[in-house]
T-cell receptor, first 111, second 110 residues
Framework: RKEVEQDPGPFNVPEGATVAFNCTYSNSASQSFFWYRQDCRKEPKLLMSVYSSGNEDGRFTAQLNRASQYISLLIRDSKLSDSATYLC????????????FGTGTSLTVIP | ETGVTQSPTHLIKTRGQQVTLRCSSQ?????VSWYQQALGQGPQFIFQ???????GRGNFPPRFSGLQFPNYSSELNVNALELDDSALYLC?????????FGSGTRLTVV
């Protein structure tokens, strides 16, 4: 079983739409959770960390459900510039500071 | 503050050859991790170096090896290249949970 599972999509949505991505992780001892954004042929860049209480950064909201081992990302009022691949990332300090990445979910925002 | 730099940016090698990829860590970061990202996949952990010692390894064969130098820069060496080694190789330096990726080296094995 993979450490992190994501729906690869693709998600094609019109500008202004709300879109949600989900991710599950297998190791209940995981401690840190992130969403990264990766543009085509570029390196991943941190979008936001994910906390149990949920957190929001502008149009982006991330949530963590430890009981279900489930992470989500909600993007409101989608912009053309949001088109990218979104990677769900999980980290467990006890097994070294390595990141486990999902395969990524591809989003295309259409004019 | 300089970021993480990787070299070369692109590389084409023949099956069976050896390759060395280089990474300069961000100032103040003492840990370097290497990842392989095949097309359409998420990055997969190769190994991590902390204070010049290997500090964790993913599911990669021994022909993938590395080094970290006293200035925390690092090398990834791959021997006996195979076609499936074609991928984007990402280096990330970190201090605690502050993780920064380089822009990667795109390796093509023909």
């Amino acid at each position: 079983r993979k450490e992190v599972e994501q729906d690869p999509g693709p998600f094609n949505v019109p500008e202004g739409a709300t879109v949600a991505f989900n991710c599950t992780y297998s190791n209940s001892a995981s401690q840190s959770f992130f969403w990264y954004r990766q543009d085509c042929r570029k390196e991943p860049k941190l979008l936001m960390s994910v906390y149990s209480s949920g957190n929001e950064d502008g149009r982006f909201t991330a949530q963590l459900n430890r009981a279900s081992q489930y992470i989500s990302l909600l993007i409101r009022d989608s912009k053309l510039s949001d088109s990218a691949t979104y990677l769900c990332v999980v980290n467990n300090w006890n097994t070294g500071n390595q990141f486990y990445f999902g395969t990524g979910t591809s989003l295309t925002v259409i004019p | 503050e300089t970021g993480v730099t990787q070299s070369p940016t692109h590389l084409i090698k023949t099956r069976g050859q050896q390759v060395t990829l280089r990474c300069s860590s961000q100032s103040g970061h003492n840990t370097v991790s290497w990842y392989q990202q095949a097309l359409g996949q998420g990055p997969q952990f190769i190994f991590q170096y902390y204070r010049e010692e290997e500090n964790g390894r993913g599911n990669f064969p021994p022909r993938f090896s590395g080094l970290q130098f006293p200035n925390y820069s690092s090398e990834l060496n791959v021997n006996a290249l195979e076609l499936d080694d074609s991928a984007l190789y990402l280096c990330a330096s970190s201090l605690g949970q502050n993780y920064t990726f380089g822009s990667g080296t795109r390796l093509t094995v023909v």
